[in-house]
């Protein structure tokens, strides 16, 4: 429960003075819908003031706080001129004051003539003369402040009006006792909880209260994560021990990587302890995850246990149902699999022999941990792409064991090691980090958006040859009905071209809808995939060789990685282009150069992060994974190691949660909003 020392931070912002439901309108469109989020809504940068009496050729350049007279209007018959307001310092110094837009009348209100106002903003030289453009006018007590926040704004929002709405909040923060080890604290000068919060606020270039804050909420993730960690190694769970007898009869037509062997002996390993395991098996597109995971059900059926995988969605888990068929012909493996679609006789069948343990494999979606599905004995889960599962469900499928199950994830989304330990910190690491023998990378190739009826024509000449290709249309602005419109004008265009032969997907389908559309592609019967960025992670159509992304300058290099990655999983040549504006900023430039030499999803993950500016946030806010709100990617990097040590040495020194140190780390699991899944997190 949380502690009452935090409720004045979660109540509601419209329990703030000024907030009604205009006001909450936009402050929901930047993800403000508590005190706390105010709170922790912090300053992009600032402005510095320089308060002056006389007007200088030396601050031109700079942004002054000044009082000025106005002397004179200079307006103009054509609408588009500006508004020019002619004024005095205290010494007769001149300065024109510009304002574009509208009519002049409330300029004249804003600064009658011959009275003097406190006036804020950019001295510039125009010719011969000085000049502001749009000057803000300032109250005595603003005139104090010679640095002032800036604020992500959206539509509706003022940054004045933001920050004085953070000023509330602020003041509701309470002092709270200290969680960070005393040594560290010291040895970095940082501030208290509470001060810290105070003076960012207040100055957004105190690197030692940004560190402090940014460390805070790393510390709380790397806490929760520790927890889970230690409450899993005291479980009692279920030693499998496989004895190979089933993994013999394998009949592959290549040898296992290095990366995929190595990967197994760490899986076995774990299942053969008492202690539930609970890891994670990251693999790009292509590693071979899925033989590592048929391995890992392999051993526990061995062990006389069940296995069970989950799949985000229904043509995924028939996608992975058709692979462990093909991959365990011939062996006394009994597999099945169930999905919502699945009724009536077929459905009783499934759910008798999953009960008898007749079925020793069972496949499918969330399906398979509804009430009604009762397992034999369950001794695995292996959850595919388990990003996209609460955590809460995944809970569900544990609790279907006479003991808790052993937990293999497994991720096609290569995740850089920083970010691996804040997410996944809990679970123990395997990697693929090799291609299997014969695997073409994909040629990637960055195009000029000029040249869109050139690729039109090659798309065509590309179907002519009885392939499949997708187009990924961009997000052109921070909605999802511009995205969709952006997909719905080219799947117009193409099916102009191509007709009935073009299909379209996009996130406001409903499941069953876009399932249809990808069994359609998947089956052959449509040669182009139109798609926003919803398409379908790890679903797989050998015969899609060619992907062209529009706008491919917008996206993250990870995006693009996983986008890329929907081509190329059959043999031979596979073709990513890469459609470009002309007027590309040097990340962008960056991002497509290393796409277009690599094909590594390792290194491209860890460049992502480099390349980011220190605004983004880490990945996308998908379910089960933290989101930092506090921790740029340099302070992540920078701060991680010391958070996770100081959390571990909590949980196993300084007695958990129990002690002086340790109450106050649990009121900061709590405000950094920690605390909700640590009796969850153990599922992964």
């Known amino acids: 429960m949380r502690p009452d020392i935090l409720n004045p931070l979660f109540a509601e912002v419209e329990a703030l003075k000024g907030v009604g439901p205009a006001l909450a309108r936009p402050l929901e469109r930047l993800g403000i819908a508590r005190v706390i989020d105010l709170l922790f809504h912090l300053p992009s940068g600032w402005i510095d003031r320089l308060p002056r009496d006389e007007l200088m050729q030396a601050d031109v350049g700079r942004t002054i706080a000044i009082t000025l007279t106005p002397?004179?209007?200079?307006?103009?018959?054509?609408?588009?001129?500006?508004?020019?307001?002619?004024?005095?310092?205290a010494h007769g110094n001149h300065v024109s004051l510009i304002y574009f837009g509208g009519s002049?009348?409330?300029?004249?209100?804003?600064?009658?003539?011959?009275?003097?106002?406190?006036?804020?903003?950019?001295l510039e030289q125009y010719g011969q003369e000085l000049q502001?453009?749009?000057?803000?006018?300032?109250?005595?007590?603003?005139?104090?402040?010679?640095?002032?926040?800036?604020?992500?704004?959206?539509?509706?929002?003022?940054?004045?009006?933001?920050?004085?709405?953070?000023?509330?909040?602020?003041?509701?923060?309470?002092?709270?006792?200290?969680?960070?080890?005393?040594?560290?604290?010291?040895?970095?000068?940082?501030?208290?909880?509470?001060?810290?919060?105070?003076?960012?606020?207040?100055d957004p270039a105190d690197a030692a209260a940004r560190a402090r804050l940014a460390y805070d909420e790393i510390f709380a993730n790397q806490l929760a994560l520790s927890i889970v960690r230690a409450d899993t190694r005291r479980r009692r769970g279920r030693a499998l021990a496989g004895d190979g007898r089933l993994r013999d009869l394998l009949r592959l037509p290549y040898q296992p990587t290095g990366a995929q062997a190595r990967s197994v002996r760490e899986i076995e390993g774990d299942m053969a302890q008492s202690a539930p395991m609970?890891?994670?098996?990251?693999?790009?597109?292509?590693?071979g995850k899925t033989l590592v995971a048929a391995m890992a059900l392999l051993i526990a059926v061995e062990a006389g246990a069940q296995g069970a995988m989950l799949a985000p969605t229904e043509i995924l888990a028939r996608q992975h149902y058709e692979t462990l068929r093909r991959l365990l012909a011939g062996l006394p493996v009994e597999i099945a699999i169930l999905t919502g679609r699945d009724k009536g006789k077929v459905r009783e069948a499934t759910l008798m022999g999953?009960?008898?343990?007749?079925?020793?494999?069972?496949?499918?979606?969330?399906?398979?941990?509804?009430?009604?599905?009762?397992?034999?004995?369950?001794?695995?889960?292996v959850v595919d792409?388990?990003?996209?599962?609460?955590?809460?469900?995944?809970?569900?499928?544990?609790?279907?064991?006479?003991?808790?199950?052993?937990?293999?994830?497994?991720?096609?989304?290569?995740?850089?090691?920083?970010?691996?330990?804040?997410?996944?910190?809990?679970?123990?690491?395997?990697?693929?980090?090799?291609?299997?023998?014969g695997r073409e990378p994909i040629e990637t190739r960055v195009v000029s958006e000029e040249r869109i009826?050139?690729?039109?024509?090659?798309?065509?000449?590309?179907?002519?040859?009885?392939?499949?290709?997708?187009?990924?249309?961009?997000?052109?602005?921070?909605?999802?009905?511009?995205?969709?419109?952006?997909?719905?004008?080219?799947?117009?265009?193409?099916?102009?071209?191509?007709?009935?032969r073009v299909g379209l997907v996009h996130g406001r389908m409903r499941g069953p809808e876009k399932d249809a559309v990808m069994t359609r592609f998947a089956a052959g019967e449509l040669g182009v995939l139109v798609a926003t960025t919803?398409?379908?992670?790890?679903?797989?159509?050998?015969?899609?060789?060619?992907?062209?992304?529009?706008h491919a300058d917008r996206f993250g290099l990870a995006q693009l990685h996983q986008l890329r990655g929907r081509v190329g999983r059959g043999g031979g040549r596979s073709v990513c282009l890469l459609l470009r504006g002309n007027a590309l900023s040097e990340t962008a430039r960056a991002r497509l150069a290393l796409m277009r030499e690599s094909n590594d999803g390792f290194r491209i993950a860890e460049e992502d992060l480099r390349l980011r500016g220190a605004g983004e946030l880490l990945g996308t806010r998908q379910s089960g994974e933290a989101v930092f709100r506090l921790a740029t990617p340099e302070l992540l990097n920078e701060l991680l190691p010391a958070a996770t040590d100081d959390a571990r040495l909590l949980i196993d020194r300084d007695g958990g949660l129990q002690g002086e140190r340790g109450q106050a780390a649990r009121v900061a699991l709590y405000l950094f909003e920690r605390d909700a899944g640590v009796a969850l997190l153990r599922s992964g």
């Not at 002049?104 to 950019?122: A, M, N, T």
Request: proline share 6%; with cysteine.
């Open 453 to 500: 009826d050139e690729i039109v024509n090659a798309l065509g000449r590309h179907l002519s040859e009885g392939k499949q290709a997708y187009w990924v249309c961009p997000l052109v602005e921070e909605s999802e009905t511009s995205d969709l419109q952006a997909a719905e004008v080219r799947a117009a265009a193409l099916a102009a071209r191509f007709g009935d």
């Open 278 to 287: 609970l890891r994670l098996l990251q693999g790009d597109v292509g590693s």
């Open 104 to 122: 002049s009348g409330w300029v004249k209100k804003l600064l009658p003539i011959g009275e003097p106002k406190r006036l804020s903003g950019k």
């Open 71 to 89: 002397r004179d209007y200079r307006t103009s018959s054509s609408p588009r001129a500006p508004t020019r307001v002619q004024a005095t310092d």
């Open 385 to 437: 792409e388990q990003h996209r599962f609460g955590v809460a469900q995944r809970l569900l499928l544990q609790g279907k064991g006479r003991h808790p199950p052993h937990v293999l994830a497994m991720t096609a989304t290569p995740i850089p090691r920083t970010l691996t330990l804040a997410l996944h910190g809990e679970m123990d690491q395997s990697r693929l980090d090799e291609m299997p023998p």
């Open 354 to 381: 999953v009960a008898s343990g007749a079925i020793h494999i069972l496949v499918g979606t969330h399906a398979i941990f509804q009430e009604a599905v009762a397992y034999h004995d369950l001794g695995l889960v």
């Open 132 to 202: 502001i453009v749009h000057p803000e006018i300032v109250g005595e007590d603003d005139a104090l402040r010679e640095r002032e926040a800036i604020y992500p704004l959206t539509e509706g929002m003022t940054s004045r009006r933001l920050g004085a709405l953070v000023e509330q909040a602020v003041a509701r923060a309470p002092t709270l006792a200290e969680w960070i080890e005393p040594s560290l604290k010291a040895r970095h000068a940082w501030p208290d909880w509470r001060d810290a919060i105070l003076r960012l606020h207040a």
């Open 534 to 550: 919803v398409i379908e992670v790890g679903v797989d159509v050998p015969n899609a060789t060619l992907i062209v992304i529009e």
